[in-house]
């Protein structure tokens, strides 16, 4: 709080009340209040370029009644949810004389923007939200603020500063008020110019139908970039929409072909995720999970050339013996041009893949994998993981398993840490049929919510072979996670990348109706 | 003036209102020294009485100053809460497997023979796009 407005008591007195209510009006009249615009983004108006994170949120009320979210709202109170949050909000309702929920709806119910930007190592935020004329009475009158300078008004208890451009109330912290003071600056002048609507990455999000929830997200170094978000509700599914740039990204969506949708069709239910892309042909990533996979059995340029058009990444799942603990397993398969060259090359990747792990675990190298003419290759690596990983469950039972493929859908060379997945992998290459992904999507993918969920949950089975000193907070962890994850009874996202370091994609959660909701 | 001072200057008409007011003129001088030790007692315990509503109303504010300080502060709070609540979900990361001190991931990559194309590198028609 600054010295000014310090001096100031919570219980002024009713001309000091007055003379903020007056300011407030005096400001009003005889500025040309710009408010967030309507359109898609139209919040990125009235916020600074340097703000890291912009939220929109339109209509909040209508989606806290909506039957669909209520169990989301259940999982996010329990995530965002806090005793200090619930003190605050209580304490601010009660001196208001209004029930907490009413104060939710009334205060960013209609129609809020929430900006927040780093400065000095200090998060500064502003949120500004659209409420009736009497509620900012009821504010006033209640919580009594001190006048600040510049017509703000300041309420010390709340530790708040706000401003009033009818029907906007603009709220941000007492003590940091600079993005306060530039949100409000930018309403009252009433121009874009240096505003985030001015950023070129948001250009193409500016032409998108305006959204309920739309977010606006800067990423720093190295990351770099800026991915804008926006939510709807259509026919009772939430669909999310979304594009990134960025200098360096953290993921992988290969241009080129339409990805085989009716291939996802085939592999869905074969685990907790399934996805189909064009093979990634840019530089390896260690720190990318099916990279560094792949990068460990030396991954090498003559294999990328003999890739064909489609690539699928399975997450699946086992149950770890003699116990009720899930562990995932993953699985890899290329479209392969040459095959009986593809063989030779995946066979050299296997036996190099063991020997590495045998070797970093500071064990013998392995025995050579059995290869015989259209039988799996199978090779235990769970010895030389378990020392490496600590005995860690993931890597109790890992066993490597690469074949070939070949069906009337192609001929394909299929790795997996788990020969089961392998041979479902297999198989439902081969019952796939070849479909062309709508919108020239690259890359197409599906998650089962339940399926993650019944994973999650059994690892609260058996904490102690997770974290065996002190298992409560990742049981706590786990419990919340699969919470939300049951929310989401199917996930499905299909994502293209039109140019350098640009992806798009959009994401449909469908939720769990009536008696299908997992407990 | 000391009501009921029988030692004081001659009655006189003040002295009938102030019995009409319930004054009571002391009959001796040890009467007046009960009175005057009673009306000491009377004015001690009245300034007793106004200084404890003074600590109890001084202590009353400044709890309320107390509590108006320590209360969370609205908006800091629910930023703070949702952070904190996204931080929950980090100790997941507690059970996650580790490798001390190297990197599995990065394996050394030794030159080795390549394996020879079977055929033409032309790509088989099945993997042609769509």
Redesign the interface.
């Known amino acids: 709080m600054s010295a000014a407005t310090s001096t100031f008591r919570?219980a002024l007195s009713l001309p000091a009340r007055l003379a903020v209510v007056a300011a407030s009006l005096a400001v009003c009249a005889v500025a040309s209040a710009v408010p967030p615009g309507d359109g898609p983004f139209g919040s990125a108006v009235v916020v600074p370029a340097d703000a890291s994170m912009v939220l929109r949120m339109r209509d909040a009320k209508g989606m806290r009644s909506d039957a669909l979210m209520l169990r989301a709202q259940s999982s996010l109170l329990?995530?965002?949810?806090?005793r200090?949050?619930s003190?605050?909000?209580d304490?601010?309702a009660g001196e208001m004389g209004m029930d907490p929920s009413a104060l939710v709806d009334g205060l960013i119910g209609t129609d809020i923007t929430y900006a927040?930007r780093t400065r000095d190592g200090k998060?500064e935020?502003a949120?500004v939200t659209k409420v009736e004329q009497p509620l900012h009475d009821l504010l006033i009158a209640k919580l009594k603020p001190a006048a600040g300078a510049g017509g703000r008004a300041v309420f010390?208890?709340?530790?708040?500063a706000s401003a009033w451009r009818p029907p906007y109330l603009v709220?941000?912290?007492s003590d940091r008020t600079a993005l306060l003071e530039d949100v409000v600056a930018r309403i009252d002048a009433a121009k874009s110019e240096g505003s985030l609507a001015a950023a070129a990455d948001l250009a193409p999000a500016l032409t998108w139908d305006a959204a309920p929830v739309e977010v606006i997200w800067q990423h720093p170094a190295p990351t770099g970039g800026l991915s804008a978000f926006s939510a709807r509700m259509v026919d009772g599914k939430l669909r999310v929409r979304h594009r990134s740039r960025f200098d360096r990204a953290p993921i992988h969506v290969s241009s080129?072909?339409?990805a085989d949708a009716g291939l996802l069709d085939s592999l869905e239910g074969a685990g907790i995720a399934a996805l189909v892309m064009n093979p990634w042909r840019g530089e390896m990533d260690?720190?990318e999970p099916v990279d560094?996979?792949l990068?460990?059995?030396?991954f090498?340029d003559?294999m990328r050339?003999n890739m064909?058009?489609?690539q699928l990444v399975v997450v699946g799942d086992v149950a770890l013996e003699g116990t009720r603990v899930r562990v995932p397993t993953l699985g890899v398969a290329f479209?392969?041009?040459?095959?009986?060259?593809a063989e030779?090359?995946w066979d050299?990747w296997g036996q190099?893949f063991a020997e590495?792990?045998a070797r970093?675990a500071g064990l013998p190298a392995p025995d050579p994998v059995a290869k015989q003419p259209g039988v799996p290759r199978v090779a235990d690596i769970s010895p030389a993981m378990r020392a490496?990983?600590?005995d860690?469950p993931?890597?109790r039972s890992v066993r490597l398993a690469w074949s070939s493929v070949a069906s009337p859908n192609?001929?394909w060379q299929a790795v997996a840490t788990d020969p089961a997945l392998l041979a479902q992998l297999a198989e439902r290459i081969s019952k796939a049929s070849?479909v062309?992904a709508s919108d020239d999507a690259n890359e197409v993918g599906v998650l089962s919510g339940r399926a993650l969920a019944v994973h999650l949950r059994s690892?609260t089975t058996d904490?102690g072979m997770?974290?065996p000193e002190t298992?409560d907070?990742?049981v706590?962890?786990?419990t919340?996670?699969a919470d939300i994850t049951s929310v989401a009874q199917r996930v499905r996202w299909r994502a293209r990348a039109p140019a350098a370091g640009v992806i798009e994609s959009e994401v449909v959660v469908e939720f769990p109706t009536g008696a299908s909701i997992p407990k | 003036m000391i009501p009921d001072d029988r030692h004081a200057a001659a009655p006189d008409v003040t002295d009938s209102v102030m019995r009409r007011l319930g004054y009571h003129r002391a009959v001796d001088a040890a009467e007046l020294r009960s009175m005057r030790r009673r009306r000491i007692g009377i004015a001690a315990l009245q300034g007793t009485v106004v200084l404890a509503a003074c600590a109890l109303g001084a202590a009353w504010w400044m709890g309320q100053s107390r509590n108006e300080r320590t209360q969370p502060a609205v908006g800091d709070a629910l930023r703070g809460s949702i952070v904190q609540g996204a931080g929950k979900l980090d100790s997941i990361l507690l059970g996650m497997p580790r490798v001390p001190n190297t990197s599995v991931m990065q394996a050394p990559e030794a030159p080795r023979s390549q394996d020879l194309p079977s055929k033409s590198p032309e790509p088989a028609p099945h993997v042609r796009s769509y």
Do not use: C, I, K, Y
Not at chain 1, 78 to 82: I, K, T, V
């Open positions: 919570n329990q995530l965002a949810g806090s200090v949050l003190q605050a909000w304490t601010l927040e998060v935020w949120a010390p208890v709340q530790q708040m709220l941000g912290p080129g072909a339409p260690a720190s560094a996979f990068m460990e059995g030396g090498d003559a050339s064909g058009a489609r479209e392969v041009r040459d095959p009986v060259l030779a090359q050299g190099r590495s792990v970093r490496l990983f600590q860690h993931f890597v192609g001929t070849r062309a690892w904490p997770f974290v298992p907070p990742f706590q962890a786990a919340l996670a």
